[in-house]
């Protein structure tokens, strides 16, 4: 499966669950490990949860099996390794804390409508 097509399934799969602030960067220009970071948090504990949920069970249902997914369980930050696209979920204070979008700022922002 195309990396666009995963990053595209995650993304609806998060809007389905009301994540926040969903952001997607293409790393491809300027890294090695992927093509894809999508970003977003969620409100609570259990958002974080239904969010990184919904995100396996619908990337699963297409044919897409993450290679690790770390973090699940304390839920404040949940990344999941789908190859070229990694999913990183956050809760809000470790989503600002971290600050992922300034660190990979050399990325490209993606309009979540075009992929």
Do not use: C
Not at 59 to 75: T, V
Request: charged share 30%.
């Amino acid at each position: 499966m195309e990396s666009s097509e995963i990053a595209k399934i995650a993304v609806k799969s998060m809007e389905d669950k009301k994540a926040e602030d969903i952001r997607v960067i293409d790393i491809s220009g300027i890294s090695s490990i992927g093509d894809y970071f999508i970003i977003a948090n969620g409100t609570n504990i259990s958002q974080v949860h239904a969010i990184a949920d919904e995100v396996e069970d619908k990337l699963g249902r297409a044919g897409a099996a993450p290679g690790k997914i770390e973090g699940y369980s304390n839920a404040n930050w949940v990344l999941m390794d789908y190859g070229d696209v990694i999913i990183h979920i956050f809760d809000k204070d470790n989503r600002l804390f971290y600050n992922l979008e300034r660190i990979w700022k050399d990325g490209k922002d993606v309009d979540i409508e075009s992929l």
